[in-house]
């Protein structure tokens, strides 16, 4: 029976030879004996997302972007925030409705996949956005950040 594993995103903070903190979550992660293969914990200031186990435990490691890199295949993260934020308010929400209404239902695994891809969207949207921005621009550049996120999830092996 496969375990069930929590997914959270995240910058590290710190690290040391069995564990890290992610910035906003209190307490260490620390890496499971269980793990296999046994992740390898990268440099502070790299956005990961992570799986825990019931336990409290890291069972793996995915690097999402690090501080000193822009993503793989894509715009450095700053300079398509911006592009979001300069939309026009609610274009994002619009297209995603028209979209959403021609599909069959999602799947179990696709809506978590989804709202993991919208949780980390969310977490970067609050840390790199304007905090003046208004609620529906931040919704707006949040879903598309989160449709962006869920494109990466979901491609071709």
Same mark, same amino acid.
């Given at each position: ?73 894509g ?17 994002h ?9 021609n ?19 969310t ?16 919704t707006?550049?949040?879903? +598309? ?9 979901? +491609?071709?092996?």
């Amino acid at each position: 029976m496969a375990q069930q594993l929590e997914t959270i995103g995240g910058t590290i903070e710190r690290t040391n030879d069995h564990g890290f903190t992610l910035s906003g979550r209190p307490g260490w992660l620390n890496i499971s004996k269980y793990a296999d293969p046994v992740p390898t914990i990268p440099a502070a200031g790299t956005w990961v997302v992570v799986a825990i186990d019931k336990g409290g435990f890291v069972r793996s490691i995915q690097i999402a972007a690090t501080s000193a890199a822009p993503l793989d295949d894509g715009p450095e993260p700053i300079d398509y925030l911006d592009e979001i934020a300069d939309e026009p308010r609610g274009q994002h929400v619009a297209e995603m409705r028209e979209r959403v209404a021609n599909e069959r239902p999602a799947t179990r695994e696709e809506v978590i996949t989804r709202l993991a891809c919208l949780k980390a969207a969310t977490h970067l949207a609050v840390t790199a956005l304007p905090a003046d921005m208004d609620a529906v621009t931040m919704t707006d550049a949040t879903l +598309r950040i989160a449709d962006r996120l869920e494109a990466w999830a979901t +491609r071709p092996a």
